[in-house]
């Protein structure tokens, strides 16, 4: 499916001598640590490499939030245009990662909550204010995702409405073409009948008949479009 993002538990054990990470799959976030892209940063010291974890999940988390942001803006730009089946499963899609994305997020502040509560590891007064960032940066990524999926659930909703009246507007449309086109079908039906008829001794009968199917079609057609029904 394109465009779905998904989360992935991330285990952290702190013993004394010891930071162990468990995950499913290799974590992008321990990736960057592995790879030096995180500074100033020293396994020894583990309530701030704990910390640090948590920061840079919370990067990621915005980071993502802002890529889906603009996904959704540019396939509602699509949907715009024309009502395809890819742009609304990309849409729906983007909001089921919005939920995902929500339900970690909430998840990890209860985490942080309770380490702010009741201090189950040690931490010193430097560790304070990186703790301090790590809740608003995710508190900020909680408030973004609320925020998207508010909007991209009223954008389905609208397009919802948009597909149906569109479809309505069609089957109107189709409605009264039908009308308008079975009645040369009954006019001519009507002078083929072998019995004795007005105008069948008459050499222009069929332009006769024809010119008035056509006046018909045409008034026909003009209440219709007076209606609104064209």
Request: net charge positive; aromatic share 10%; proline share 3%.
């Given at each position: 499916?394109?465009?779905?993002?998904?989360?992935?538990?991330?285990?952290?054990?702190?013993?004394?001598?010891?930071?162990?990470?468990?995950?499913?799959?290799?974590?992008?976030?321990?990736?960057?640590?592995?790879?030096?892209?995180?500074?100033?940063?020293?396994?020894?010291?583990?309530?701030?490499?704990?910390?640090?974890?948590?920061?840079?999940?919370?990067?990621?988390?915005?980071?993502?939030?802002?890529?889906?942001?603009?996904?959704?803006?540019e396939f509602e730009?699509?949907?715009?245009?024309?009502?395809?089946?890819?742009?609304?499963?990309?849409?729906?899609?983007?909001?089921?990662?919005?939920?995902?994305?929500?339900?970690?997020?909430?998840?990890?502040?209860?985490?942080?909550?309770?380490?702010?509560?009741?201090s189950p590891i040690?931490?010193?007064?430097?560790?304070?204010?990186?703790?301090?960032?790590?809740?608003?940066?995710?508190?900020?990524?909680?408030?973004?995702?609320?925020?998207?999926?508010?909007?991209?659930?009223?954008?389905?909703?609208?397009?919802?409405?948009?597909?149906?009246?569109?479809?309505?507007?069609?089957?109107?449309?189709?409605?009264?073409?039908?009308?308008?086109?079975?009645?040369?079908?009954?006019?001519?039906?009507?002078?083929?009948?072998?019995?004795?008829?007005?105008?069948?001794?008459?050499?222009?009968?069929?332009?006769?008949?024809?010119?008035?199917?056509?006046?018909?079609?045409?008034?026909?057609?003009?209440?219709?479009?007076?209606?609104?029904?064209?």
């Open positions: 499916m394109p465009y779905l993002y998904d989360t992935l538990p991330l285990g952290i054990i702190i013993k004394q001598d010891h930071v162990v990470t468990i995950c499913l799959s290799e974590s992008p976030i321990i990736r960057q640590f592995i790879d030096g892209r995180i500074k100033s940063f020293f396994t020894s010291k583990k309530t701030r490499f704990l910390f640090l974890i948590l920061y840079q999940t919370a990067k990621q988390y915005l980071k993502y939030l802002r890529i889906i942001d603009r996904i959704s803006t730009e699509v949907l715009k245009k024309s009502i395809r089946n890819e742009a609304l499963l990309t849409l729906m899609n983007l909001q089921k990662s919005l939920v995902f994305f929500s339900t970690s997020l909430k998840s990890n502040e209860i985490v942080l909550e309770k380490i702010m509560k009741s040690q931490f010193y007064e430097e560790d304070v204010e990186l703790l301090d960032d790590v809740i608003i940066e995710n508190k900020q990524a909680i408030e973004m995702a609320n925020i998207y999926t508010t909007i991209l659930t009223g954008t389905m909703d609208a397009f919802a409405s948009i597909i149906n009246n569109n479809m309505n507007a069609i089957i109107k449309i189709l409605a009264s073409i039908t009308i308008i086109l079975s009645i040369p079908t009954i006019v001519t039906s009507f002078f083929g009948m072998n019995v004795g008829l007005p105008l069948q001794q008459n050499p222009l009968a069929y332009i006769y008949i024809i010119l008035f199917a056509a006046i018909i079609c045409f008034c026909l057609s003009y209440i219709l479009k007076k209606k609104d029904f064209l």
